[in-house]
């Protein structure tokens, strides 16, 4: 199984400063035939299911604010808020599709 | 408006079953692979499984912590998604979340609100 390594555990950013979680997986996740990383992340806000931000590891999901980015390839990935706003508090999950069992991260809490 | 709608949760004794179910609307549910995702009180998520397409035939795949125990299952013809938990153990306690998977880079895209499962001993 791929595990997928998130730290920190949880952070705490001023409003309008930056964010940085990273994710680490066990084994490379980039697809060979299409060279793109099946890494997706989700931001779940307390009382809601998740909800997608990023997919391939760092192309935007519609809607998404630009101030959320992904970067990475290979086993390692980052995930940034490049401004942090009050309504960004959540927690943070990395996901991988690459292969079976698909597997999440831990999760990165992000507070103010 | 595309909605994943969970149903079936509830309170059950260890050793019991439950058949949860997803239904789907607004988008077109038989090109879609279906995931259920669960989450356990105050902890991350986990895959639980997934259930692919007629031109798979229905394929499945499952987490090594629920093979055996669990059986997912569709009728598109229902626009819906079945979850069959049999042997309910307390680690199985959490919300379960119906996703909707994106064939091209297997993302999930769309998530019900869950419906919660408590097994009691």
């Known amino acids: 199984d791929i595990v997928m390594t998130q730290s920190p555990e949880s952070l705490a950013v001023s409003l309008g400063e930056r964010a940085t979680i990273s994710c680490k997986s066990s084994?490379?996740?980039?697809?060979?035939?299409?060279?793109?990383?099946?890494l997706s992340w989700y931001q779940q806000k307390p009382g809601q299911p998740p909800r997608l931000l990023l997919f391939?590891?760092?192309t935007r999901e519609s809607g998404v604010p630009d101030r959320f980015s992904g970067s990475g390839s290979g086993t390692d990935f980052t995930l940034t808020i490049s401004s942090l706003q009050a309504e960004d508090v959540a927690v943070y999950y990395c996901?991988?599709?690459?292969?079976?069992?698909?597997?999440f991260g831990q999760g990165t809490k992000v507070e103010i | 408006e595309m909605q994943l709608v969970e149903s079936g949760g509830g309170l059950v004794q260890t050793g019991g079953s439950l058949r949860l179910s997803c239904a789907a609307s607004?988008?077109?549910?038989?090109?879609?692979?279906m995931n259920w995702v669960r989450q356990a009180p105050g902890k991350g998520l986990e895959w639980v499984g997934r259930?692919?397409?007629?031109?798979?035939?229905?394929?499945?795949d499952y987490a090594a912590s629920v093979r055996g125990r669990f059986t997912l299952s569709r009728d598109d013809s229902k626009n819906s998604v079945y979850l069959e938990i049999k042997s309910l153990r307390t680690e199985d306690t959490g919300v379960y979340y119906c996703?909707?998977?994106?064939?091209?880079?297997?993302?999930?895209?769309?998530w019900g609100q869950g419906t919660m499962v408590t097994v009691s001993s």
């Open positions: 996703t909707r998977d994106r064939s091209w880079d297997d993302a999930f895209d769309l």
């Open positions: 607004g988008f077109s549910f038989s090109s879609h692979y």
């Open positions: 259930v692919r397409g007629i031109a798979d035939n229905y394929a499945t």
């Open positions: 084994q490379s996740i980039l697809h060979r035939t299409n060279y793109k990383n099946f």
């Open positions: 391939w590891a760092s």
């Open positions: 996901h991988q599709s690459y292969s079976t069992p698909q597997t």
